[in-house]
């Protein structure tokens, strides 16, 4: 296999931070933020004058350093990365409601009491419907009611949380 650092001259992977963020498909605010992580450069940029990146020694700085602890975890980020993460959860979840892919905490229990008021009258009428349909004698069905009631006052009280 050929080595890729010899492919292109040092001179053609040189880039400015627009074409480090195209090249990466992120922002520049991305780049910015690499930038802030540690990401190498050959020459700090200001008004006048452009940053200046090493294609390549940003991509083994991207691919080759550790990850973070734990994307999930705000505890373990820096306290401007934890506002960020908060604001974006934020964020996130008023487009999840948006676009009814989340419901409100009420909405939520209207629907479980709905739904399992509806379970609860076809357990009252599973026992009659089985004496009809499959011809069984009435112990048999007092038997499957006693359970079944057991089951419907589980319902109740899930109902009620």
């Known amino acids: 296999m050929a080595d890729v650092t010899k492919i292109a001259t040092h001179t053609a992977r040189l880039v400015n931070?627009?074409?480090?963020?195209?090249?990466?498909?992120?922002?520049?605010?991305?780049?910015?933020?690499?930038?802030?992580?540690g990401c190498p450069f050959i020459q700090r940029g200001d008004l006048r004058t452009p940053w200046i990146f090493d294609l390549l020694k940003v991509l083994e700085w991207r691919f080759t350093?550790?990850?973070?602890?734990?994307?999930?975890?705000?505890?373990?980020?820096?306290?401007?990365?934890?506002?960020?993460?908060?604001?974006?959860e934020a964020v996130r979840v008023q487009v999840e409601e948006i676009r009814a892919s989340l419901i409100t905490c009420s909405e939520f229990r209207t629907e479980k009491k709905r739904i399992l008021s509806a379970i609860?009258?076809?357990?009252?009428?599973?026992?009659?419907?089985?004496e009809v349909a499959c011809g069984l004698p009435p112990a048999i069905t007092g038997v499957i009611r006693s359970e079944l009631e057991k089951a419907r006052s589980m319902l109740a009280n899930a109902q009620n949380e």
């Open 65 to 88: 350093r550790p990850t973070r602890a734990c994307f999930d975890d705000p505890e373990a980020m820096s306290p401007r990365d934890r506002r960020h993460w908060y604001e974006g």
């Open 17 to 37: 931070k627009a074409q480090t963020a195209k090249f990466f498909e992120v922002s520049v605010n991305a780049v910015d933020g690499w930038i802030r992580r």
């Open 120 to 130: 609860a009258e076809c357990l009252t009428r599973l026992p009659d419907r089985l």
